[in-house]
T-cell receptor, first 115, second 112 residues
């Protein structure tokens, strides 16, 4: 595809349910980032991959959040036992560079609503 | 960690006027400062960026300035058009790290 693709676009989960959010980065992009964006706020960093290696997961809010990128391409963000405060838009971005300083392309995001 | 503050939170201008958005950052190790435009229902899109070894950068109607000493940087949009209406985010990062810290955004409205 031409850009970063995220699925599903919208997800409604009952409190306590597990969810999995998928990110297909631009082909060949080495770096992949996950951000959480609450309503009316800027994106907040969750985690960062360089190929299949998760180099920074300092932004994950709790051990209920888990991300993987097993083959260095598609990534999945999993949230276990969802809670209302998990409701947000989850953004994925990818970049050709090994580090920042080169344009990162964002997907449209997955809007998660926990009821 | 890094802290980025962005002002104003909302900005309304007449078409053709200029718009200025300002950000401050706290971590002197930050050396890369991108600006993003986010339209409703879409992800942020990079519109311009600046590195710490440069004081100013311009791309057509958009310019960014950086004052490393004062730890602040600004976005300038000239000759605004209705299609410039969106939420704009500044961010700061260290190119040796993997994450950017974003401001809380500025909602720009350009009135025709």
């Amino acid at each position: 595809g031409a850009g970063v693709s995220q699925s599903p676009r919208y997800k409604v989960a009952k409190r306590g349910q597990d969810v999995a959010l998928r990110c297909d980065p631009i082909s060949g992009h080495v770096s992949l980032f996950w951000y959480q964006q609450a309503l009316g706020q800027g994106p907040e960093f969750l985690t960062y991959f360089q190929n299949e290696a998760q180099l920074d997961k300092s932004g994950l809010p709790s051990d209920r959040f888990f991300a993987e990128r097993p083959e260095g391409s598609v990534s999945t963000l999993k949230i276990q036992r969802t809670q209302q405060e998990d409701s947000a838009v989850y953004l994925c971005a990818s970049s050709l560079a090994l580090s920042l300083g080169v344009e990162a392309f964002f997907g449209q995001g997955t809007r998660l609503t926990v009821v | 960690g890094e802290n980025v503050e962005q002002h104003p939170s909302t900005l309304s201008v007449q078409e053709g006027d200029s718009a200025v958005i300002k950000c401050t950052y706290s971590d002197s190790a930050s050396n890369y400062f991108p600006w993003y435009k986010q339209e409703l229902g879409k992800g942020p899109q990079l519109i311009i960026d600046i590195r710490s070894n440069v004081g100013e950068k311009k791309d057509q109607r958009i310019a960014v300035t950086l004052n490393k000493t004062a730890k602040h940087f600004s976005l300038h949009i000239t000759e605004t058009q209705p299609e410039d209406s969106a939420v704009y985010f500044c961010a700061a990062s260290n190119t040796n790290a993997g994450k950017s810290t974003f401001g809380d955004g500025t909602t720009l409205t350009v009135k025709p």
